[in-house]
């Protein structure tokens, strides 16, 4: 069974800190994706990683895949209320069919 | 832009009561999940399906679940009987075929509430 631990489990921060979230497994994926889900909501995709080592930029969400794919870190630089709400990374393996593991997520809350 | 499709998107019902949710996904998705999600944890996988083929229903309680895609197309998950522990959101998600790159769209969710 594939495990994805999240940390933290909750972070409030305010308006224009940064912060990075983490997300960790024993397991090797052959990919990763962040989402975000608002409450009420259905969780929306951010990003999908696929290379050890790769990084990528949404405006100012960097998001990177650890060399070993085993692991990936979300990073937000100058956070805005806007940015309030859960975190889930969740990554696949080739032998599992696309079924993916999702962790139980980083609650974020960026107050003004 | 094409979205994940899902009714109710609240539901009270008493226990013992059945209950059933709706999914269309994203047109030409040939995959279709379902999950519930508790507050406070991740989306947990009830099942899979590849068109209308089931892929994985190993954590769905099939004593009173059950879950259908007949043409390959929108799904079905009926409850019957609900308990008090059924009370979760339920999501449905659908995803492209793209390899080894597994991205699910979302729909809005079912709040489900068994009194």
């Known amino acids: 069974t594939q495990l994805l631990e999240q940390s933290p489990q909750f972070l409030s921060i305010q308006e224009g800190e940064n912060l990075t979230v983490y997300c960790n497994s024993s397991?090797?994926?052959?990919?990763l994706q962040w989402y975000r889900q608002e409450p009420g909501e259905g969780p929306v995709l951010l990003v999908t990683?696929?290379?050890?080592?790769e990084v990528k930029k949404l405006k100012r969400l960097t998001f990177q895949f650890g060399d070993a794919r085993k692991d990936s870190s979300l990073h937000i630089t100058a956070a805005q209320p806007g940015d309030t709400g859960l975190y889930l990374c969740a990554g696949a393996t080739n032998t599992n069919a696309g079924k993916s593991t999702f962790g139980d997520g980083t609650t974020l809350t960026v107050k003004p | 832009e094409a979205e994940v499709a899902q009714s109710p998107r609240y539901k009270i019902t008493e226990k013992s009561q059945a209950v059933a949710f709706w999914c269309d996904p994203i047109?030409?998705?040939?995959?279709l999940y379902w999950y519930r999600q508790i507050l406070g944890q991740g989306p947990e996988l009830l099942v899979q399906?590849?068109?209308?083929?089931?892929?994985?229903d190993s954590q769905l309680p099939k004593d009173r679940f059950s879950a259908e895609r007949l043409k390959g197309v929108d799904s079905t998950l009926k409850i019957q009987p609900a308990e008090l522990g059924d009370s979760a959101m339920y999501l449905c998600?659908?995803?492209?075929?793209?390899?080894?790159?597994?991205?699910?769209?979302f729909g809005p969710g079912t709040r489900l509430t068994v009194t």
């Open positions: 397991s090797v994926f052959s990919s």
């Open positions: 998600a659908s995803s492209p075929d793209r390899g080894s790159i597994y991205e699910q769209y």
């Open positions: 990683v696929v290379t050890g080592g």
């Open positions: 047109s030409g998705h040939a995959t």
């Open positions: 399906f590849q068109d209308e083929s089931v892929v994985d």
